[in-house]
């Protein structure tokens, strides 16, 4: 008889959470949270933000070894004189790891996309608070 077993090990991360429809859900949902706080909305008034979201899932997708290729800048390019603090960076990590735990994205994924945030927060953070 066949079975038909399932190999979480052999699916990449990006397939476990539900691909490219899970992806885009998360990103819209964390921007709605991220411009409906105030102390963060300022950041983003002059943003085109259907590209911002369309980098930003292309590179969550790719983070999650999704077959997405990032077409945005450098992030510390992309917020070079945003003038940044730590707190404001917080707090968006914050909305994003919200989303990410409401969305049941597993606990293993979640820690090596926590692990890259981190990694990432000197190239966007440019200002004490
Ligand atoms: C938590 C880690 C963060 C990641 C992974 C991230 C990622 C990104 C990406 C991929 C882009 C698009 C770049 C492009 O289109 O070329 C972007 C742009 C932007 N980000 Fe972030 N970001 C983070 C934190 C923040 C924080 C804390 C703020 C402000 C409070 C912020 C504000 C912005 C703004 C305003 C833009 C648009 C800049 C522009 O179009 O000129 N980001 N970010």
Redesign the pocket.
Known sequence: MTEVETRPDEQTPYERIGGGSAVSAVVDAFYQRVVADPQ?AP??SE??MA??KR??AQ?ISHLLDGPVSYE??E?GE??AG?G?TDA??GR??GH?VSVLVEAGVPEDILASLGGT?EA?QPD?VSRTS
């Open positions: 963060l950041y983003f943003v085109d590209q911002l980098h930003q590179l945005g800048r992030l992309a917020h945003l940044i404001d960076y968006v990590v994003l945030l990432v966007i």
